[in-house]
C-alpha cells in the first residue's frame, strides 16, 4: 500500500544520504556453520551508542528450514525509487529479502512494526525460483528503480549459467530471468549499476557445483573461478562488453561503483592471483563509450610458518590477504578492503580513483596473526575481517569475519568463532576500532550486515 | 461563454496538476541537467516532454471524438465515466509503478517516456468528460464541424498548462531549490489522482 510521503529514508543524491540520522540497529545474517540441523537466523544488533544493549544481538528471527547458508540480502526498496523515469517513491523500506545460497529458499522478512523484532512474511521455495528464472544459488540484492534484482550463482543442477532475475518490489512474486541477450557470460557472482549511463555490471566466481564444497585447487591452479567483468545495458537487458583481468586473476567477486551517478567508474576486488598469491583492487572506468579496466591496489601475500598454515596452503609457505569484501563511502572518497587471510583490514583514499592512497590499516584475527580486539586484549580471534559495511555518514564501520561456511573449513580448520566489530573512521582518514562493541554470535555465524534506514551499499542514486 | 471560460480553465489547471507532479516530466527534466552538469540539458529535454504529453491527451480526444460520430453521447459518456472510475479504482488497489526506458535519453526517447506516462495515469480521459461536456452536442450553436477544432484547442490549452508549470518547477529546482524538498515534499499525487478519475467518473455519468 503506498503512503502519502516518499519514505523518509530515500535520498535523491549519495550527498544528501550522508546527512541521515545514525543507524540504530544493523540486520545480521547468522549461519549455522555446523552439521547439527539447527536453522540460520536474522539477528539484530543494537548499535546505538547511548542504549544500554549497545553490541549486543536484541532481536533475532530463525529461518523455518535447516540448510539455507544465509549469505548476502537488501531491501525491497530504497533511493533508487525516486529515480525520474519510474519514480515510486510511495513505497516503504521495510521489507528484507534474504535469500538462503545452499537452499535456494528466498524469505520475506518485515521489519516493521517492531524493527526488533522482524517477521518471515513470505517464503519462496527453490522449486518456484527455478520454474520461473531457471537459477539456483540467489545472491546479490539490489533494489532497482524498477523491482528488486537478484543475482544466482548458478542454474538448479548446479552447473551454469548464473545471471540475474527479477523481483516484483511489492507483491515480491519472483517475475523471470532478466537478461535477454547474455553474450559470452556464464559465472555470476556480484552485479550493480553506474545508473546515470543506463550500465549494469556482473562479476565472476563460480557455479554451485564449483563452490559449494570448498575451493577446488584444481580448477583454481588452472585458472577456471572467475575472472572477469561483464558490463551491460541496463534497460535493454544485454550483455555489451567483457573485460578479461586475465586467468591469473582468481575470483572477481565485490563491485562498488561510484555512488555519484554522474561518475562512470567503480572499483571490484580480486581474491587472489596465481602468479604469487597478492590479492587486489580494480578500477573500471569509461573512455569515449567504451569501458576499460586497471589494477591500482595491490596487496602482497606474507611469509609465513608452514606448520601455522591450514592444509590447503601449507605448500605455498605464505599466507594470502584474500580480499573478500570491500566497500565505497558514499561520497566516494574512501575505499575499505578486507583480507580474510591476514586478517587485515584496510582504508584507501580513493578521492583520485586511478592513485588510490593507503590512509588506514587495522588487524583483527587472520590465519597467523589471531589479532585480539581491545575489549579482550588476551583473547586471539579466529576468522578474520569479511563482510563489511559502512553507515552512510561514512562515521562507523561495521564488519563480520565469516566468509562461507564451506570454505571457513579450509582456512580456519580450527572452526570459526563468529564475532562483529565496529570501527571509527577519522573524517580526514584513518580508523580506530570502537573497544565497547564486540559482538559474539555463539554457535552461528555473522556474515552480511545491513544498517538499519540503508548504508553504503544498499542505495543507489539517479540525482549527483 | 462563461461556460467556454470555465472548461479551458479546467483544462489548464488539470495540464498544471499533472506538470506539478514530480514523476510527470519536471524531475526528469532536472536529472537530465544534473547528469550533464549543464542548464542546457534541462532546457532540452522540456520540449519533447510537453510534446509527449500533448500526444497522449491528443489522442484520447481524437478516439473519443471519432467515438461520437459513430455512437450517440450516452454512451459515450457511460463508457467515459465507467473507464475512469474503473482505471482509478485500479490505481488504488494495485500501485503498479509505471516503468519504461533508462536515463541516457534523447528526444524520441523522451517523448515517448512521456507519451506512455501520461498515458499510463490516464491523463488523456480525464480530460475527456470537459472536452465532452463543451463539445457541440452540449452547445447546439456550435457547427459539428468545429469539433475536431475543439479537441485539438483543448489539448493545447491542457499541454500549455502542463508545460508552463513542468517548466518552471525543473528550472526552478535546477538553479535554485535542489532536490532536498523532494523528500519532505513529494505528495503522493498518484493516490489523489486515482481518487479524483473515480469522482470524475461518477460526475460524468451523473451531470
Known sequence: MSIWRPDPTFYPSPKMAMDAPAEKLAYVAMVNGKDNGRHDALGVVDVDVSSSGYGHIVGQVDMPNAGDELHHFGWNACSACLCPHAAHPHVERRYLVVPGIHSSRIHVIDTKPDPRKPQIVKVIEPETLAARTGYASPHTVHCGPDGILMSALGAPGGDGPGGIFVMDHESFDVLGKWELDRGPQKLSYDFWWHLGFDTLLTSEWGTPNMVSKGVNPEILLAGGYGHKLHVWDLPKRRHLQELDLGPEQQMVLELRPAHDPTRAYGFLGVVVSLKDLSASIWLWHRDNGKWGIKKVIEIPAEPADPAALPPLLQGFKAVPPLITDINLSLDDRFLYVSCFGTGEFLQFDVSDPFHPRKTGSVHLGGIVRKAAHPKNPKTPLNGAPQMVELSRDGKRIYFTNSLYTPWDAQFYPEGIRSWMVKLDAKPEGGMQIDPKFLVDFGELRGHQVRLEGGDASSDSYCYA | ?207
Not at chain 2, 102 to 107: D, H, I, L, S, T
Not at chain 2, 124 to 151: F, N, W, Y
Open chain 2, 1 to 207: 461563454m462563461t461556460e467556454s471560460i470555465g472548461a479551458w480553465s479546467t483544462l489548464f489547471l488539470l495540464g498544471a496538476y499533472h506538470g506539478i507532479n514530480p514523476g510527470m516530466g519536471w524531475l526528469f527534466a532536472v536529472a537530465r541537467g544534473m547528469q550533464e552538469h549543464r542548464a542546457r540539458a534541462v532546457a532540452w529535454s522540456l520540449p519533447p516532454i510537453a510534446l509527449g504529453h500533448a500526444l497522449a491527451i491528443g489522442v484520447v480526444v481524437l478516439i473519443a471524438q471519432l467515438a461520437q460520430v459513430a455512437l450517440p453521447m450516452t454512451y459515450i459518456r457511460i463508457g467515459v465515466a465507467v473507464t475512469l472510475v474503473g482505471l482509478g479504482v485500479y490505481k488504488l488497489v494495485r500501485s503498479r509503478h509505471f516503468r519504461w526506458g533508462g536515463m541516457q535519453v534523447g528526444f524520441r526517447d523522451l517523448t515517448i517516456w512521456s507519451f506512455l506516462m501520461a498515458s499510463a495515469h490516464g491523463a488523456g480521459l480525464m480530460v475527456l468528460p470537459v472536452v465532452l461536456a463543451s463539445g457541440p452536442h452540449a452547445h447546439h450553436h456550435v457547427a459539428a464541424s468545429s469539433s475536431a477544432a475543439g479537441g485539438i484547442w483543448a489539448t493545447l490549452i491542457h499541454t500549455l498548462g502542463y508545460f508552463t508549470v513542468t517548466a518552471a518547477a525543473a528550472l526552478l529546482i535546477y538553479q535554485k531549490f535542489g532536490l532536498a524538498m523532494l523528500r519532505r515534499s513529494w505528495f503522493n499525487l498518484d493516490l489523489i489522482w486515482a481518487i479524483a478519475l473515480v469522482v470524475t467518473g461518477f460526475v460524468a455519468l451523473l451531470v
